[in-house]
């Protein structure tokens, strides 16, 4: 079956979970566990999301989840050799409809959670690190646990691109005090380096302008209620 | 993914051929390295999509609608355990003997206690269910990926990995029921229980890929990079990354695997920490 590994799909929605408005982010680990326990508490009682409402659902993950994203880091991630070469406005409407097709897919799936848990695993760093990666489990009743892993770093916004040839220095242009998640893995997959491929396709047959195009037109399908095109 | 050795319907066969042959027809040339035969991958994988969409997945609903949860949860049960012998051979050659003991200390708790692998005594007695097959075996040993593949019925699967899936099919204890009715129905079941158990996946795939080939694609090389790692695969390097090389494989050679059987203790750590470099 194509979809023999969409079944770490299914838990996407847990991975959009961890969200956080006022989590303690002290520690990466913390502020993780924080924010998908203040999720999955209102996910538990709330009667709109239990009913199946989308709508209900991605107003809880814009409050909670996405202040704890670098969304600009993850598209660069996603778009890949590509992304310096494009325009700094070009930039922003890609970061804009990559979060918008994720929080709209996966706040679905939000709302066909039943009855997960999550556990997580001690974390070891040290006080010097500036990108981690925070382990956790979800616990499905009758089910094969499944792996869902981010990686956080102390990083606001895309890494430069250098002035000529479109090397990423190694330096971050803007380190922060908190941290940020800039990738979810589930079950070995990273959500966002498996878009790399799909985009540079898009690119090779239209450009940057192509891409941001395909992602605009998906996102008018989702909204619109369509059934996903194949 | 049905894993029958000997149940390949002429019918099949002739689609094959000729989706080989339209294939062969309009060319192939496939633009990215791990993925030498795009043209046919996708012709393939638009086939096991009608196939899906007319017979396999209607069975699985059928199946979903008709068993309940207790029941189908005893049935996916079944299945693991009659895998969890080979799952211990696998992890043995993996050169995890830890591992592998827990693995037939499943297999005897759960086909005595729990009533022929209908239910997980194990797992709630501690010992974890792993995920092994030979094609991961194979990875431990530094055999890379090879190209890409998408089989018919079967579906992805690197070279390596599908050398591994052949392997995996001649052990595999329901091949060597002598009933063959029982045989295929066990065949089917299996089936039927693994379509089920991705029916909740598939709509959030449909809706989040641009390409659904390409995103299935990535997303298994990247579950099975995982996968060799036991799940604790490095990250790759974002920015070397960018220029789309092939996904790293773990090196550890047959030699390693076995002097690392024989020297290591009971502690499973130090096995981790050399595979993964």
């Known amino acids: 079956m194509n979809a023999l590994f969409s079944k770490c799909m299914a838990v996407l929605a847990l991975a959009v979970i961890p969200a956080f408005a006022a989590a303690d982010d002290s520690t990466p680990d913390a502020l993780v566990k924080t924010v998908t326990n203040d999720v999955l508490q209102i996910v538990r009682t709330d009667k709109d999301i239990q009913s199946g409402s989308t709508k209900r659902a991605i107003e809880l993950i814009e409050q909670k989840v996405l202040p704890h994203f670098n969304f600009m880091r993850m598209t660069q991630l996603a778009v890949g050799r590509d992304w310096c070469g494009a325009t700094p406005d070009q930039q922003k409407a890609l970061a804009a409809e990559f979060r918008t097709l994720l929080v709209r897919t996966y706040s679905n799936a939000l709302t066909s959670y039943k009855d997960q848990s999550v556990d997580f695993k001690p974390l070891k760093m040290q006080s010097s690190d500036t990108d981690v990666l925070v382990r956790s489990e979800i616990k499905q009743p009758g089910g094969k646990p499944v792996q869902l892993d981010y990686n956080l770093a102390r990083l606001e916004g895309a890494k430069p691109c250098a002035s000529a040839g479109g090397a990423v220095p190694a330096a971050n242009a803007a380190p922060v005090a908190g941290w940020k998640v800039y990738d979810v893995i589930v079950a070995g997959v990273s959500l966002v380096t498996n878009y790399r491929e799909q985009f540079s396709q898009e690119v090779r047959a239209g450009g940057i302008d192509g891409l941001i195009k395909s992602l605009q037109k998906r996102n008018a399908e989702l909204a619109a209620g369509k059934p996903a095109a194949k | ?277």
């Open chain 2, 1 to 277: 993914m049905i894993r029958s050795k000997k149940s390949s319907s002429n019918g099949l066969k002739r689609s094959t051929l000729a989706i080989a042959a339209a294939v062969a027809l309009s060319g192939c040339a496939g633009s990215n390295p791990k993925d030498p035969l795009e043209g046919f991958n996708r012709a393939v994988f638009s086939f096991n999509e009608g196939l899906d969409k007319v017979a396999i997945k209607p069975a699985a609903q059928a199946y979903e609608a008709a068993v309940p949860l207790p029941g189908r949860t005893g049935i996916a049960n079944f299945f693991g355990n009659i895998g969890d012998l080979w799952i211990g051979v696998n992890n043995l050659l993996q050169g995890k003997p830890v591992e592998a003991a827990g693995d037939l200390g499943r297999v005897l708790i759960n086909s005595t206690v729990g009533i022929a692998g209908l239910f997980d005594v194990a797992t709630e007695m501690g010992l974890e269910k792993h995920e092994e097959d030979f094609g991961q075996t194979l990875g431990r040993w530094g055999v890379g990926g090879g190209p890409y593949f998408v089989w018919p019925i079967i579906g992805p699967r690197t070279a390596r990995d599908s050398l591994g899936f052949g392997v995996d099919a001649v052990a595999d204890p329901v091949g060597y029921l002598g009933n063959v009715p029982a045989r295929n129905s066990l065949y089917g079941t299996r089936l039927v229980d693994t379509r089920a158990s991705l029916l909740p996946a598939e709509k959030a795939i449909n809706e989040a890929s641009l390409d659904k080939y390409a995103y299935i694609r990535d997303a298994y090389l990247q579950r099975r990079r995982s996968l060799i790692y036991d799940g604790n695969a490095p990250r790759l390097d974002d920015d070397a990354a960018l220029d789309g090389g092939l996904p790293t494989v773990v090196q550890m050679n047959p030699v390693a695997a076995v002097s690392q059987l024989v020297l290591t203790r009971v502690n499973q750590a130090p096995v981790r920490e050399a595979s993964d470099r």
